[in-house]
Structure formats: C-alpha cells, structure tokens
C-alpha cells in the first residue's frame, strides 16, 4: 500500500495555504551589508552611545565630588563605609593552612575562616591557606572575641582594642587605664572593662558604629563582662571583700539605662567569667556555675569541685576539672540551660582544649585524641590527631577545626582517618553517668 504523504499547512485569513509553496530567500554570503537588520544596527548603536553617555557623566560626577568633597575624603569614612562587607569561606574544609609557630598564639573562626592572632599580628585564613585580613599589632597578652559581625580585639592589662572585619581594621580605640575584659555582640555592639579614677572598675559600652554610648562604674572590682547578642543586655561580674569573706555580684542592665534591672550576690565565692548563654548568661565562680535568663532571674546552678576548662554556647556549659595532680585523668560535665547534668564522665588523658558547638557537639582535646560527644544521648566519636595539637574549634554538622602550633586541617568524625593527621580511627559507644 502507498503511503500518502501529509503536507504541514496553516490558516490564513480563512483560506488554507501550503507552507512548502511559499518561498523564502535567504541572504547570501556574497550579498554584503543586505543580510543585516537595519533596525537592530540602529537600536545597537544607541545602546553604545547611552553606555559612554552613562560612564562620561559618571567620572564627570566622581571628578566633581572628589574635588568638592576632598577634606571629607578620609581613611577613617572609607573604613566606615567598607565596614559591613565581609568576606565568607562557607563551610569548606581546612587543609594545607600553615602559619608562624610563635610563643603566643590565639584561636578563633570567622565567616567560616581561622582568625590567628599573635603578640604582633592578626590574620584570616581561608580553608585552602590564602591570607584576606593582615594587621600588625602589639598585645602582649590578647584576647580576641569573634561575633557574627565583627572581631575584636585587645591586650589583657594593655591600652589598645581593634575592630575588623573580614578584610580590613576597621576601628582602633585606647582606654585610659589597663584593659581587664571584653566581649562582642552580634549585632557590632561591644564592651571594654578597664580601671578607673573615681571608681575602682569602668564599663565601657561602644555601639556598633564604634562610638561610646555609655558607661557604668562599680566601686567593686569587675572581674568580666558580656552582652547579649542583640546588644539589649548586659551581665557585670564584680567581687568585694565583707566580713573577711569574698563576694560576688552579678548586675545586670537593660543598654541605655542608668539604673541596674537586677542584681544577685553570691557569698563565699570568687567570679571567675561570664558569658552569653542563648537569650541569658552563664557565669562561672570558683565554686559553682550560675545560669540567668535574660530578665536576670536565675534559671538553675550546679556546684563543681574545680574547673580546668570552661566554654559555653547558646545551648550547654561544657567544664573540665583534673582528678590527679599529674592532669592525666579529668572529669567531664556538659549543663544544659537549666544546669542539669546530660553528661558526666571521667577520661583518663590530659585535657589540651576542650569546647561545645551551638548545635549541640561537645569537643575535647588530648595530646593524641579528639573526641566528639553527643550530650543528648551521650555517644562519642575518636579520631587520633597529629603531636602538638594546641586548639580545637567547633565548625557544624560533625566537624572540627583542629590547630596545632603552625598547621590546622579540618577533622570531620564521621570519617576520622581521611583527616590530615592519618593515623588509626577509632568509634566508641558510651553513655554519661
């Protein structure tokens, strides 16, 4: 049977009509300039013509600013204005991160970067080694503190503090007497503890416009300070002397306001830190750790026998305490927000560095272990790690940023031999008693 070959058609004005008996001519290479559209020639040049137009009356307009503005033209107003870009790693791994092994060095991570801070400089390095931020400084004795937004940092009884960000120095302040604290909030709002003239502690509170918005005075002596992370709240730790017998007192403050909003003294105890807890604070004596809501009131308190090690998230407490005289065997004890106990357990190493994620991961270092805990339900996870091992970090999801005197690589423990260290791994199960 033949097949009847079918023709494509269209309607037009109601009679039907063959597309294969139209006939369409198509430019020829031989033809010049007649196969161009003269319409879209035209519109083409008038684009280019508006984009000089545009980019002359740009400079024109940045010439004429420059010159009329040129005294208001500072490093100081670039700083300001650049002081909200940031650069951000991600949640890459580290590997191949080298850097000078000096006699005092400091820790942190920012936007996803190692922040290296040393006596005589400050650094960030990126996961595969490339130095953004470089700044030379002289602290003797640093303290660094890393917010969602800023760096900051200062000389413990030093004069001078910095901010930056993830590229550059962004402001440089000096107190009138020794620094003795500071702490950041994540909104760039931040707080310097220092002496005073009339009083024997000043808190200084800077906005995070880097202008002072006020200050508070104790006639105690201020051991530590820190404010919320909306820059709303503030927790002052101070100690006297009354009867024989030491004190502490923590006050509290809503920003702005003169008057304290709440207070609580504890007798017979030294203060050792206070810290951002989530909406409260946690505050560490020499006999106990006290957690506060935000309004002040306290949320519970647990009763240590000594503290080796002390790191705080928005979640849990993580403390380390040595049972031998030697450091080798140490107890181990994760607070959650009501300072209950969701993990008590003794290790039989030396405790190098110990500390716990906003999502919940306890960390510990020894001198060759890393372990991760699970303080919900009190499993743990060992990789072996390279000699020298100085800081561990929380980086999310399992991982761990590990820092030894000149090197750091990530560890992720849900496969602990493809760290850089090498090395054997090993997966334990274990609950808290």
């Given at each position: 049977m033949k097949l009847k070959k079918r023709r494509s058609s269209e309607v037009s004005l109601g009679r039907r009509r063959d597309v294969s008996d139209v006939l369409v001519e198509l430019p020829r290479a031989d033809d010049g300039e007649s196969g161009k559209n003269e319409y879209y020639l035209s519109v083409a040049k008038k684009y280019r013509l508006a984009r000089l137009v545009t980019l002359a009356a740009f400079i024109l307009f940045a010439l004429f600013m420059m010159?009329?503005?040129?005294?208001?033209?500072?490093?100081?107003?670039?700083?300001?204005?650049?002081?909200?870009?940031?650069?951000?790693?991600?949640?890459?791994?580290f590997s191949g991160v080298s850097y000078s092994a000096e006699p005092i060095q400091r820790f942190g991570l920012y936007k996803g970067e190692l922040l290296y801070v040393t006596g005589s400089e400050e650094k960030l390095f990126s996961p595969t080694g490339a130095v953004g931020l470089s700044v030379g400084m002289s602290f003797e004795s640093p303290l660094l503190d890393?917010?969602?937004?800023?760096?900051?940092t200062c000389g413990l009884d030093g004069y001078g503090f910095s901010v930056c960000n993830s590229f550059s120095e962004l402001f440089r302040g000096t107190a009138e007497y020794p620094i003795l604290s500071c702490d950041m909030a994540d909104s760039g709002d931040f707080v310097i503890v220092t002496g005073g003239r009339e009083h024997r502690s000043t808190v200084y509170l800077y906005g995070g416009d880097f202008e002072l918005r006020t200050k508070y005075s104790k006639g105690d002596f201020v051991s530590d300070a820190a404010i919320s992370n909306d820059g709303k709240r503030l927790a002052v730790t101070s100690f006297g002397v009354l009867e024989g017998e030491y004190y502490t007192d923590v006050t509290f403050y809503d920003v702005g306001a003169d008057a304290p909003s709440g207070s609580d003294r504890i007798g017979g105890e030294y203060p050792l830190a206070v810290e951002t807890m989530g909406d409260g604070f946690s505050v560490l004596t020499t006999a106990s750790v006290r957690i506060y809501r935000r309004d002040g009131t306290l949320s519970g308190s647990y009763i240590h026998g000594g503290v080796g090690m002390y790191n705080v998230s928005d979640a849990y407490v993580l403390l380390t305490a040595p049972k031998n005289a030697t450091g080798t065997e140490n107890s181990v004890v994760i607070l959650d927000s009501a300072a209950s106990v969701c993990y008590n357990a003794v290790i039989g190493e030396k405790v190098v560095d110990a500390a716990v994620s906003d999502t919940g991961e306890a960390f510990l270092l020894s001198q060759g272990h890393?372990?991760?805990?699970?303080?919900?339900?009190?499993?743990?996870?060992?990789?072996?790690?390279g000699v020298g091992a100085k800081r561990i970090i929380p980086t999310g999801d399992g991982t761990a940023l590990l820092c030894l005197s000149s090197s750091a690589y990530t560890i992720d423990f849900a496969h602990p031999s493809h760290t850089e260290a090498g090395g054997a791994s090993e997966d334990e199960t274990g609950q808290g008693g």
């Open positions: 010159t009329a503005f040129s005294s208001e033209i500072t490093i100081d107003n670039m700083m300001y204005l650049l002081r909200d870009i940031n650069v951000n790693s991600g949640g890459a791994a890393v917010s969602e937004k800023y760096i900051l890393a372990v991760m805990i699970n303080p919900a339900d009190g499993t743990e996870r060992t990789a072996v790690v």
